[in-house]
């Protein structure tokens, strides 16, 4: 079994920034695939930035130019900096990692960018 446990959501204005952070109970030096996710109220859940195999990284086009993703290996840790965040950005956020074939989730983050 694979813990991740995320942090980092809260409040924020529109064109605010917001950091979240995913820790997994095991190492993600192996691990191919490693991201974020997000379901907004009504809608599907959606890729927003993943680690895709090696250094490949994967963003949403709506996330492009805003969201950075990034992963210490000595903390087994993946982050998401969100910048210039939107209203539309509002969503619960997951994090997913592939450890030896199957996927773990984290309990997920509320992010909410409101004036």
């Known amino acids: 079994q694979v813990q991740l446990v995320e942090s980092g959501g809260g409040l924020v204005q529109p064109g605010g920034s917001l950091s979240l952070s995913c820790a997994a109970s095991r190492s993600i030096f192996m691990v191919n695939v490693m991201g974020w996710y997000r379901q907004a109220p009504g809608k599907e859940l959606e890729l927003v930035a993943a680690f895709t195999g090696g250094s490949s990284i994967n963003y949403a086009d709506s996330v492009k130019g805003r969201f950075t993703i990034s992963r210490d290996l000595g903390k087994n840790t993946v982050v998401l900096q969100m910048n210039s965040l939107k209203p539309e950005d509002t969503a619960v956020y997951y994090c997913?990692?592939?450890?030896?074939?199957?996927?773990?989730w984290g309990q997920g983050t509320q992010v909410t960018v409101s004036s």
């Open positions: 997913k990692g592939r450890f030896s074939g199957s996927d773990y």
